[in-house]
């Protein structure tokens, strides 16, 4: 039998990458449904399918049919499945569906789309989430729900008819508040807000669902009490407080009518509470509103009736991502990152062994993305890893650990897959950096390559090599010829809180060395070429090009893509606003020189490197005025820069964009490199 043919990494590889998210165990612990996402080249989009995977091995099953089925949650007997789809609503309705074999079934029929179902204990019952303004509100209060449509015509009529209302209503749109659009498109004025129905699919006639939740507040999603008898969420503390990512607070909701109660006090932020699986405590993880960027998100506990917090987790100099209470209830799982890979820890309970000094339960060369703990301490998680970008696990409750997929598996048998070396080397103050290298697949340490540096966005993330939406970018370049590069500077997560708040008022300053001292370790190695060096960051890793370029002349050319390169205006125009207040710890009319001696724009007219602008139209996160002025004023010196312009996109571009525009991306950035360092 010969051995088949490996050939390189292409950039319509793409097409053929799919991934896996939001893993969820049956109640018996045999099955994992998780939501299959698969790229839609004819239709230039993607296809979310729930797929069921057997936890003792077996072939991954496709379960629904949907184009856009997601967030699969188990009934507590495990014969149902609750999800959301959009097959007959571009907005999104909550349908069950039998596991056993059957057709799915529509529950809601919400006028703005309903999300995040979460079933009550004994499976009666499904709260979610759906968005109201104050006057649907009062309709609901008043009784004046309309009907449900008789049939499909109505139902596309009636569609119809509330779309043309609403363009009207939205023409002029009047903005009162801060943020007033994020992702794509602009906010109304309606709250997401808590809502409850019966699920009888035997009943003839469809259930009413109730509000349970009132006012000009937003709330998360629902999780029930072990009792059944109340709901925990979050909800935002001032309707007046101008913030996308704090000022949440965690609230009790009875499911009776009386009052909610809140839970948590101000100083903090509190995100996704979960009970205790007896119902006397409650975890949620929690940010200190006085430094949100500097300290990382941390594991917390209540009594259930409220109290004074205990951090769990702040010994440990994590970031906590996700977490899950032990089935015994004696402590938490949680994922974090740390040195570019990402594992599940446990951590006890005060008065447990394993308090303050936990475990580490799912470890490795990889990165978990996101995990699901079962009723017998099982995990099934999904992580990507150097020779594979992304794929589902199951870690049994006695250790045991078996790979559940092989998504990719026909593409990577057929490519070969540069390996990723780790680069430890020093910064010019003696700190410990971390970097990794990828080699073309020719590589020969006597001849002289181009380097391809990429830099990543946050600014406090962390990279690694299993970092998904990054793995096919990397393998592409280096089969281009590339000797590729990326680290993890100062700023960056997974290496503790003072590494992370090191470049506080310091962008640029601090971490850019540590970036440097990486392409100079390299070139010491003497298979790098150092007169064809390109460099390349989206986001924050666009501010760090363009301000790289702007001290340092050694590049042979740059792309910069979706970057923030002025801190006045990117204060003014993102939905973020607050980046800038933190990271530099005031506001625009106190520190204006400050803001501007850290802006790239500042330091243009010294930019002699032929630069590549990438931006979306709908970048609410970095608005597109960002790269104009930037544009502009190279322009103006007759500087070597092009600006493309993105339609239809937003900050995610290259992560979850139109599939023809991320390809488009990366060939761009890969042939503006050619250009510049291999005279194509």
């Not at 969420?233 to 009776?256: G, K, M, N």
């Not at 975890?283 to 998100?297: H, S």
Request: net charge negative; aromatic share 10%; glycine share 8%.
């Amino acid at each position: 039998m010969t051995t088949p043919t490996l050939s390189r990494f292409k950039i319509d590889d793409l097409y053929e990458l799919g991934w896996l998210e939001d893993p969820r165990l049956s109640p018996d612990g045999q099955l994992v449904a998780v939501v299959w996402v698969t790229v839609d080249r004819v239709n230039n989009g993607y296809r979310r399918q729930i797929a069921l995977v057997p936890t003792a091995g077996g072939p991954l099953r496709r379960f629904t049919r949907g184009k856009q089925d997601r967030q699969p949650r188990w009934s507590p007997d495990g014969k149902w499945l609750a999800f959301v789809s959009n097959r007959d609503d571009e907005r999104g309705q909550i349908y069950i569906i039998p596991v056993n074999g059957g057709e799915a079934q529509q529950l809601t029929n919400m006028p703005n789309g309903a999300s995040d179902p979460a079933w009550s204990p004994d499976g009666r019952w499904i709260a979610f989430l759906s968005p109201v303004n104050a006057e649907e509100q009062a309709r609901e209060d008043a009784g004046e729900t309309p009907p449900p449509p008789a049939d499909a015509w109505e139902a596309r009529r009636a569609r119809e008819q509330r779309q043309h209302e609403e363009e009207l209503r939205h023409d002029p749109r009047v903005v009162t508040k801060l943020p007033y659009r994020s992702g794509t498109s602009y906010f109304d004025d309606r709250r997401r807000h808590i809502y409850m129905i019966e699920v009888n699919p035997e009943a003839e006639t469809p259930a009413i669902p109730r509000r349970l939740t009132s006012g000009d507040l937003h709330y998360s999603a629902p999780v029930w009490m072990p009792a059944g008898d109340a709901l925990l969420s979050t909800a935002t503390r001032d309707p007046e407080a101008d913030s996308l990512f704090a000022y949440y607070d965690v609230v009790r909701i009875p499911i009776d009518g009386s009052l909610l109660q809140a839970l948590t006090r101000p100083g903090f932020s509190y995100f996704d509470p979960q009970p205790s699986p007896d119902g006397s405590q409650i975890a949620f993880l929690r940010l200190n509103e006085e430094r949100l960027l500097g300290e990382g998100r941390r594991v917390a506990i209540i009594p259930a009736e409220g109290g004074e917090p205990h951090d769990l987790t702040a010994h440990t100099d994590l970031n906590v991502e996700q977490f899950h209470w032990q089935p015994d209830g004696q402590g938490v799982l949680f994922s974090a990152g740390w040195r570019g890979e990402a594992h599940v820890y446990q951590i006890g309970l005060p008065g447990t062994p394993t308090y303050r000094n936990g475990a580490t339960l799912v470890g490795g060369p990889r990165i978990v993305s996101e995990f699901d703990v079962g009723r017998d301490g099982s995990i099934a998680f999904i992580a990507g890893s150097a020779d594979n970008p992304c794929d589902l696990f199951f870690r049994s409750a006695d250790g045991h650990e078996r790979r559940l997929t092989a998504i990719n598996d026909r593409l990577l048998s057929q490519r070969l897959i540069a390996p990723i070396e780790e680069l430890v080397y020093l910064a010019p103050d003696s700190s410990e950096v971390q970097g990794w290298v990828l080699h073309p697949a020719d590589f020969d340490p006597a001849n002289r390559y181009p380097l391809a540096v990429y830099i990543h966005g946050g600014p406090h993330v962390m990279w690694g090599p299993g970092f998904r939406t990054m793995w096919h970018e990397w393998q592409v370049a280096a089969a281009r010829g590339y000797v590729v590069f990326f680290c993890n500077p100062r700023g960056s997560e997974g290496y503790g809180e003072l590494w992370r708040d090191a470049i506080r008022g310091k962008w640029g300053e601090a971490d850019a060395p540590d970036i440097l001292a990486g392409i100079d370790a390299l070139v010491a190695r003497g298979y790098i070429d150092p007169q064809r060096i390109a460099v390349t960051g989206g986001s924050y890793g666009g501010y760090m090009t363009a301000w790289l370029i702007g001290h340092d002349d050694r590049f042979a050319c740059a792309v910069a893509a979706r970057g923030v390169y002025n801190l006045l205006t990117q204060h003014s125009t993102s939905d973020a606003h607050e980046l800038i207040e933190i990271e530099f710890g005031g506001f625009p009319w106190e520190l204006y020189e400050e803001l501007w001696d850290h802006s790239p724009l500042a330091h243009a007219h010294k930019i002699t490197t032929p630069l590549l602008l990438l931006h979306s139209e709908l970048d609410y996160r970095v608005p597109i005025s960002e790269a104009e002025q930037l544009f502009a004023i190279l322009r103006r010196q007759k500087k070597v820069v092009e600006l493309v312009r993105y339609p239809r996109e937003g900050h995610e571009l290259t992560r979850s964009g139109e599939p023809r525009h991320r390809a488009d991306h990366m060939r761009r950035t890969l042939e503006w490199f050619d250009r510049y360092c291999r005279g194509e």
